[in-house]
């Protein structure tokens, strides 16, 4: 049986710093790629991060360059989301999802075109910035 679970969420000031997990078991997770979304209040869900399933580069949408960085541990089969300078905007839902095999082409897809087909789905932690 295959379960995502995000851990790390909670209340931040603009300006500060929140780092999620995602735990993954049942798989191995050495061969899918990982990504991170976020679903706004009032706001479709859209592509945050992701990183190919090779481990040899990651993406980021245009908004959270420069500020978030997405890694993971195959020996522990987890992956983060480290996030600074948050601001009010980056107020959602976080969900980590994975899918098998997948490369380039399907980071390029989540991080700028909202491309959602992914194995498997997190239920996903909840993050607010508010001063």
């Known amino acids: 049986q295959v379960q995502l679970v995000e851990s790390g969420g909670g209340t931040a000031q603009p300006g500060g710093t929140v780092r999620l997990s995602c735990s993954v078991s049942g798989i191995t997770l050495n061969t899918y790629a990982v990504a991170w979304f976020r679903q706004a209040p009032g706001k479709e869900r859209e592509g945050v991060s992701c990183m190919p399933h090779s481990d040899s580069s990651t993406w980021y949408r245009d908004s959270v360059k420069g500020r978030f960085i997405i890694s993971r541990d195959n020996a522990k089969n987890t992956v983060y989301l480290q996030m600074n300078r948050l601001n009010p905007e980056d107020t959602a839902v976080y969900y980590c999802?994975?899918?098998?095999?997948?490369?380039?082409?399907?980071?390029?897809?989540?991080?700028?075109?909202?491309?959602?087909?992914?194995?498997?789905w997190g239920q996903g932690t909840e993050v607010t910035v508010s001063s």
């Open positions: 999802a994975i899918k098998s095999s997948g490369g380039w082409p399907l980071c390029i897809a989540t991080t700028q075109s909202g491309q959602y087909n992914y194995d498997y």
